[in-house]
């Protein structure tokens, strides 16, 4: 099998062209392939030989759930796209004509959820800063340029619109200037989330170049970094070239005073079971960083309460604090990885219930929605009628965080657009003038 040199020394990305040798490996016969290979013409489609060699179990291929966390599923889109597009591919299209075809199935998929491109865009004067997210007051999320990949993407991915090659559809900056001049301008924000992509794609020079900027900004008392790459690439804080140089600049970021919060992103437990996660988990913390867990909950690959209390056992056990079980996000293949609100606080409640009180710094299930992260607090009947109750963990506004608000139940519901008000007219977050039905 043909292998591309990646980003660090040893590090091999399998992309689309190889994907067809790989699927063979999982069992899929000829048509299952063709089917496979016209999603992958819509969604990115990249893993690496740490996740094909050591986490996916081939035997259990291609239901094994860490290969469903990698591999596109013939499913995933609405199948008269896909027929359209394995015709293409069958024929022998144009790349431009598959271009345009993938195009138009991505633009029905809601690229940028929750507001992503006007709500959440700063200004700099009358001018939009690029690569740049600022929806919570304390709060700046930046995309930097060299980060905007991922070691292996993940099918359900809400960011997959930054990697399919389409510059309309991607966000980022490289402009570190800016952003100190934003936060000068704006000393209400006390955190800055680096995100993507995942940022620990980049080698420890451009990432530095990143981060001293931000040293000496006494208003910052946080540094973020959402990465994946413990459960991807734990080589990368191990064994790459610049490991340990890595690990010096996540020393100086708590030298400096701020808190670096490692946000480590694990979908299954099976990623977290290698000696090298072990070490690098270790080697992390030796630098002072603390180290938060999230994932989203997803059907068919972590849609059980076992995965995900074992998730926060082991979490515990090598010093991570587990932070966020996430909803999956109304975006791409949302449809195909939904768990329904109802059974996501099932599964929630199933997995709180069953660890200790040290992992239940957990939070969820929550949804990052347009209005903030609204979080599933239950199912209850008041006044006779069955209702969710929720409240919003952060908001846009923060007068709203921590109040309750209700919601009629309803079982099919997998995002917060499907739900509707209960004892009330709308939601604490829509403006009083909107409505839709009677509470
Ligand atoms: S690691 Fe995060 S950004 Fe990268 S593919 Fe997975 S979900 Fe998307």
């Known amino acids: 099998m043909i292998l591309k040199e990646g980003p660090t020394r040893g590090f091999r990305a399998y992309t689309a062209k190889h994907l067809d040798d790989l699927l063979r490996r999982a069992g899929l016969g000829d048509e299952e392939r063709l089917r496979v290979r016209a999603v992958a013409t819509v969604l990115p489609f990249r893993t690496n030989a740490y996740v094909v060699d050591h986490l996916i179990d081939w035997s259990a291929a291609p239901d094994d759930p860490m290969y469903r966390l990698v591999f596109p599923q013939a499913d995933m889109l609405p199948e008269t796209d896909v027929t359209r597009l394995a015709a293409l591919l069958r024929d022998d299209a144009s790349g431009a004509?598959?271009?345009?075809?993938?195009?138009?199935?991505?633009?029905?998929?809601?690229?940028?959820?929750?507001?992503?491109?006007?709500?959440?865009?700063p200004r700099a004067g009358p001018k939009p800063v690029p690569g740049m997210q600022h929806k919570y007051p304390e709060t700046v999320l930046f995309f930097p340029k060299q980060g905007q990949t991922c070691h292996a993407y993940c099918t359900y991915c809400f960011r997959w619109a930054q990697f399919v090659g389409e510059p309309d559809l991607k966000f980022a900056s490289d402009d570190v200037a800016t952003l100190v001049g934003y936060l000068k301008e704006h000393p209400e924000v006390t955190g800055v989330l680096f995100t993507g992509g995942d940022p620990m794609?980049?080698?420890?020079?451009?990432?530095?170049?990143?981060?001293?900027?931000?040293?000496?900004?006494?208003?910052?008392?946080?540094?973020?970094?959402?990465?994946?790459?413990?459960?991807?690439?734990?080589?990368?804080?191990?064994?790459?070239?610049?490991?340990?140089?890595?690990?010096?600049?996540?020393?100086?970021?708590?030298?400096?005073?701020?808190?670096?919060?490692?946000?480590?992103?694990?979908?299954?437990?099976?990623?977290?079971?290698?000696?090298?996660?072990?070490?690098?988990?270790?080697?992390?913390?030796?630098?002072?960083?603390?180290?938060?867990?999230?994932?989203?909950?997803?059907?068919?690959?972590?849609?059980?309460?076992?995965?995900?209390?074992?998730?926060?056992?082991?979490?515990?056990?090598?010093?991570?604090?587990p932070y966020y079980m996430f909803v999956e996000r109304d975006t791409g293949p949302q449809d195909y990885?939904?768990?329904?609100?109802?059974?996501?606080?099932?599964?929630?409640?199933?997995?709180y219930a069953s660890v200790s009180g040290l992992c239940r710094t957990v939070r969820g299930p929550s949804m990052s929605a347009t209005p903030g992260k609204v979080c599933v607090d239950g199912v209850t009947e008041i006044a006779g009628r069955e209702v969710f109750v929720l409240h919003l963990i952060q908001a846009r506004d923060p007068d709203l965080v921590g109040r309750p608000f209700f919601a009629r139940y309803d079982p099919k519901a997998v995002w917060l657009t499907d739900l509707r008000p209960a004892f009330a007219d709308r939601f604490p977050f829509e403006p009083a003038v909107a409505r839709r039905l009677p509470a």
């Open 337 to 351: 990885f939904a768990v329904p609100l109802a059974r996501g606080y099932e599964i929630f409640r199933d997995a």
């Open 97 to 121: 004509e598959i271009q345009a075809a993938a195009h138009a199935v991505r633009m029905r998929l809601n690229p940028h959820p929750a507001g992503q491109l006007d709500l959440n865009v």
């Open 201 to 321: 794609i980049m080698g420890e020079s451009v990432l530095r170049r990143y981060l001293e900027p931000l040293l000496g900004l006494e208003q910052l008392e946080s540094i973020r970094i959402g990465t994946k790459s413990l459960g991807y690439w734990p080589q990368r804080f191990v064994s790459d070239p610049d490991a340990d140089d890595t690990l010096r600049l996540f020393a100086s970021v708590v030298e400096a005073g701020k808190n670096l919060a490692f946000m480590a992103h694990f979908s299954h437990p099976r990623e977290m079971e290698s000696p090298l996660v072990e070490s690098a988990v270790s080697r992390i913390l030796g630098t002072g960083a603390v180290i938060r867990t999230q994932a989203p909950l997803i059907r068919s690959i972590n849609d059980d309460p076992g995965a995900w209390s074992s998730m926060w056992r082991r979490q515990l056990t090598l010093g991570m604090v």
